[in-house]
């Protein structure tokens, strides 16, 4: 540094500029410059020591102007500013570069508080809100949004499912109308049992192959079918048979004494049609002079000259299993003056 230099910061001390401005003072080429002073470094404690008095003693890194040592400490600008140890020489006033921060501080204030969590519930709340944040709370909510719903409906003020339109009354004109057409399309489709009734003249055939009389054990039995007609012409729809079970009992003892079934058959809507229902008769008693086994057997007898057998009488009891009808449907028919369709042997029995 010149004596020049020195001597005008002896009588014209430096006003109140930035510390960043340069000072523009006449220089010697020769001379040699000092290392420009960094802010930032000087606060991180990274940069080069520029005074000895903030507790380094006389420890030879200091870095020093010539003959301003007695002056540190006099308040003049060649003593520490806020304890700096920034010297008088203004040529080391140079402008410091802007300091960049890394990238992980490169967010303003008020980005950082954006990525702020909502604090957990504090007392604050209070325990209705607390209520009805939870699960029975809201089940409540919604209970009474349908109540409020359903009394807004009931006085007219709002329509059934958030159409204005849909009233009460237009809600009983519709169901009125859904029911009646639902009334006229059963009455169409839901099938109506048959009735049936004996031939006139033949009421039951037996195969002969399968007769059998015994007196001990007492029995008897043989197969064969009933000849019935059907009428299903009440009904709209064919009639689907899935069972149609026969029952034929004494008509004097009333002990059953043959079952059949037709099975799965369909009966067309139509009258006088012929149905040939398969059915096994089959009795046991204790010994003949059981009435049951009398009738049969007296009934079947063998026809000797000068003799008349006597007729049956039966009734006949019918189960039908419908599609489209929930429960069973029954019939009942009684027929007297029947003539035993075969006979027995004269030896047989």
Known sequence: MSYNVYRQSQHYPPQQTPLHDSYEGPYSPDEEHDEPFDVR??????????SAGGGGGGGGGGLKSPGLEGEIGRGSVRGGVMGLGVVGDRSSYMPVGDHSPSGEYSKSLA????LVSVP????????????????????EIQGD?????????????????????????????IIFVLLAAL??????LIPRAPTFKFYGDDPFSVRNETINF??????????????????????????????????VYDHVTSKRI????????????????AVLLPIDFSYSAVNTSDTTWNDMYNACAHIWTGTTRPDLKFRLVLEMSIVGLV??????????????PFELAADGV
């Open 145 to 173: 949004k349908r109540k409020r719903a359903w009394r807004a409906w009931n006085r007219d003020q709002r329509g059934l499912c958030g159409m204005r339109w849909l009233s009460r009354k237009v809600l009983v004109m």
């Open 111 to 114: 980005s950082r508080e954006e």
């Open 183 to 188: 009334g006229v399309t059963l009455y169409f």
């Open 258 to 273: 043959a079952t059949g079934d037709w099975g799965n058959h369909v009966m067309a809507h139509k009258e006088q049609q």
């Open 41 to 50: 470094a000087d606060f991180d404690v990274k940069g080069p020591k520029w």
């Open 327 to 340: 429960k069973k449907t029954s019939r009942t028919l009684e027929i007297s003056d029947v003539t035993c």
């Open 214 to 247: 015994n007196r001990s054990p007492t029995n008897y039995s043989f197969s064969g079918n009933l000849n019935l007609w059907g009428d299903a012409s009440s009904s709209y729809l064919p009639v689907h048979f899935t069972h149609l079970e026969a029952t």
């Open 120 to 139: 957990v519930l504090g007392p604050e709340w209070r325990k209705g809100e607390l209520h009805d944040m939870s699960r029975r709370g809201q089940k």
